[in-house]
C-alpha cells in the first residue's frame, strides 16, 4: 500500500509540474492587425474587414440566415434544398478548386441565387451567359498604410455609386459609399471570329464594331438579336460599373465589385446596409454566407476547435504520453520473474465423485451404504432420544412413537443396511433400493441430513 500512495504521489507532482510548465511557456498570439491586403470575411470576425455586422443585422432582422461550413458541393444535396442565396464575400481563404466551382454554378442553374462580393472574383464563377463576357478590373491597390476602420481613410476622394435604373437591388437607395479601392466590372460581348465588343448605352444601338474599354448602366439586347439578354447594370460610380447581375440557367449571378460596402468598416454609410440587404434578401429561401472557404468549416472535432490556441491541448497530450508511461512500466518488471501463484481450482465435490466411482468399479456397495446409514442411525437415535448403541427395535419403536413410520417396517430396513455393511450379499439394484428407502426416512421424518451436512461443508470451507 505504501508503494501504491508513493506511485500516486509522484503522478500528481508530475502532473502539476506539467501544468506549470505549459502555463509559464505559454505565449497567447496576439491578434493580427487587419488590412485590406489580408483581409478576414468571415461572418464571425467582428474587425473592419468582417461581415459580422451584416449578418447579426440580417439574423435579428428576422431574415433566415445560415453558416455554411460545408463544401460548397453540398448545395446539390438535399441540405442545400433550402437555400436560396450563397454568398462568397472576398478571395476566401481555401481557394474554390474546379469541381466545387461546377457544383455551384449548376446549383445556380436549378434556381439559386449566387451572390459574389470580391474586388476579384473567381473567374471559375463568372460563366459567359451567352455570348456576353463578364471581368473586373482595379481601379486602386490596396496597401498596409491604409487603416480599414478608419473610414476617412477608405473613402477619400471617392464619389459615391448611384442607382443608373430603379431596380429591386436599388430598391431606397440613393447613394452608396464605396471604398477607394472598389473594382470596375466590365461585360462584352464575344463575336463568332473572337473579338470582344463592349455595349456602351450612349451608343446603344450602333454597330457591332463599336467598342469601349468599359459598359455602362442600362445595356439591353438591340432589336431583332437572338443572344441572351445582357447583364443588367444597377450601380456605378460614373461610367464604372459596380454591381451588376446576370442569368445563368434558372438563376443569377450577382456581382458586388466592393466588400467595404458591407463589411464592418463601412455598412454604415449612406445606404450602404440597404444595398446589402437588397442584394441578398431578392431571392426566397434561405441566405448562406460560405464560410467552409473562410476556414470554418466542419472538417475539426468541435472540442478541438473549442480548446485550439490555449495549452489545454498541449496539458492533454502530455498527460496521456505520462498515463501510458506509467501503464508500460507497470506490465514490465525489472526484476527476476515469480512464479505463478498456483489456485486450486478442484470442486468440493471432486472428492465424492472419485469415491463414488471406486466403489462402483470396486462393487463396494456395502461401503456406499455404511456411509449414508451411519449418519441416518445417528439422527434417528436422537430423534427418538436414546444413544447410538441402542438396540434398533428400540430405536425403531420410539421413533415410531413420534411419527406415522411403523416399527416393523422401519426396523427391518436397519436390519437389511446392517446385514449389507456386515458382508451379507448385495446387488447393485438392492443398494439402490436400501439408499432410496433411507432417504424416504429422512424426508418422512424431516430430517434433511444432506442440507445440514451442505451449510457444515460450506462452513469448513
Known sequence: MRQRLLIIL????????????????????????????????????AGATGMRAFYDLLSESGYKVTRWREPSTKLLGSSGEKVGTFIIVGRPALSIDEDEAKGLLLWVEHGGRLVLIDRRPNESLLPRSGNWEITTEFIGYPNFNIDPADQQQMTQDVKAARPTQPTPLTRGIEAVMPSRFYSEIKFSRVTKTGAKVAKNANVFGGS??????SSSPGSKSEPGDSTPPAPVVHLSVGDKNVLLDYPHGRGRIVILSDPFIVANGGINLQDNLQLGINVVTTNNGLIAFDEFHQGRGNTHNAFVNYFSGTPILAIGGQLALLLILILWTRGRRFARSLPLARVDRRSTLEFVASMAELQERARAFDLAIENIYGRTRRVLARYAGVDYNTPRAEIAARVAARSSLEAHSLETLMRQSEDAING?????????????????????????IRSRQAKQTAQNI
Open 10 to 45: 509522484m503522478f500528481v507532482l508530475a502532473v502539476v509540474v506539467l501544468i506549470a510548465i505549459n502555463s509559464f511557456a505559454y505565449v497567447q498570439k496576439e491578434d493580427r492587425q487587419e488590412s485590406e491586403t489580408a483581409p478576414n470575411r468571415s461572418s464571425y470576425n
Open 208 to 213: 457591332d464594331d463599336e467598342q469601349s474599354s
Open 424 to 448: 451379507a450379499p448385495i446387488t447393485e439394484r438392492q443398494s439402490i433400493q436400501l439408499v432410496k428407502r433411507l432417504r424416504e426416512v429422512e424426508n418422512a421424518l424431516g430430517l434433511r
